[in-house]
């Protein structure tokens, strides 16, 4: 009763700062809270009343669009003209998240709900992934093209991009790769990455500073994304472990490392 009571309130709720429980103003930790909360509570396999699965995924798409700076504006800016006539409701209409509900809650529990052989999810609805396969109908040999079809376009466009559009002049992978056999080091930060042959031919004095300042910036921009997700696993693990009180999911999470963190407080300090 009190789960289903729950689902009613979110579904009744007016946006999506209503349905995470925030103020406009919130800081990052507060809205975070509230989402971890909302998620353990409203998950699928946590929660058997009926609605259960919107609310879920209503609740995933406001943190989706409420912790990204510039779908939060259109959000508000949308709110104040009037919501889109298609839209029925917050979890539906023109803010749709860039992430699936389940793997944002995986993003913030370190996995905590794995994939179930009874449910999975697919552009965002929830089917039974068991019934799809004693139902799934024998498809002939067209049916079987119709459906490699929009792959082979894409191969296509996509080798046919690679021929007309010019290459990267380095590539940030930690083994050579076609086109990119040759390893090289940033002068200033001591960046590994890999160029073509004719590198020192084109990327000399200015150019190769400018280039090697490219490369430094990437890097940076990869570590910090990693390490964003490092810290958002360790700490949805210990969320977690402490709500359940598991004990061993704690200390796993206590050691759980965050090598890209450590690596961009490393740089960070030699850049002072």
């Known amino acids: 009763m009190e789960q289903l009571e729950a689902v009613k309130r979110v579904k009744q709720c007016k946006d999506f700062y209503e349905i995470l429980g925030v103020q406009k103003d919130f800081s990052e930790d507060e809205l975070k809270r509230s989402y971890r909360k909302l998620a353990l509570k409203f998950h699928p396999d946590k929660n058997h009343a009926p609605g259960a699965t919107e609310a879920f995924k209503a609740i995933g798409n406001a943190y989706a669009v409420l912790s990204n700076a510039k779908k939060r504006r259109q959000y508000d800016h ?8 298609s839209s029925s409701g917050p979890e539906n209409g023109n803010f749709e998240p860039d992430i699936s509900p389940e793997d944002l809650f995986n993003m913030f529990f370190g996995g905590g709900y794995p994939p179930s052989n009874a449910h999975v999810y697919t552009n965002g609805r929830m089917r039974n992934q068991r019934r799809e396969r004693r139902e799934r109908p024998r498809d002939g040999g067209l049916a079987v093209f119709v459906q490699v079809m929009p792959i082979l376009i894409l191969v296509i466009v996509s080798a046919l991009s690679q021929i007309m559009v010019n290459s990267p002049s380095y590539s940030l992978s930690f083994r050579p790769s ?3 056999t ?13 160029v073509g042959e004719q590198f020192s031919k084109e990327f000399t004095g200015v150019n190769l500073k400018n280039l090697e300042r490219s490369v430094e910036d990437d890097y940076i921009s990869n570590l910090r994304n990693n390490c964003w997700k490092e810290k958002q696993q360790k700490e949805g693990m210990l969320y977690r472990a402490r ?3 598991d004990s061993e999911l704690y200390q796993r999470a206590q050691r759980a490392r965050t090598p890209s ?3 961009l407080s490393e740089i960070t300090a030699s850049l002072h």
Not at 78 to 85: L, V, Y
């Open 178 to 180: 076609a086109g990119y």
């Open 182 to 194: 040759q390893k090289r080091l940033t002068e200033k930060l001591k960046v590994p990455y890999y």
């Open 261 to 263: 963190c450590a690596k």
């Open 78 to 85: 949308w709110g104040e003209e009037g919501r889109h006539p």
């Open 243 to 245: 709500y359940f009180g």
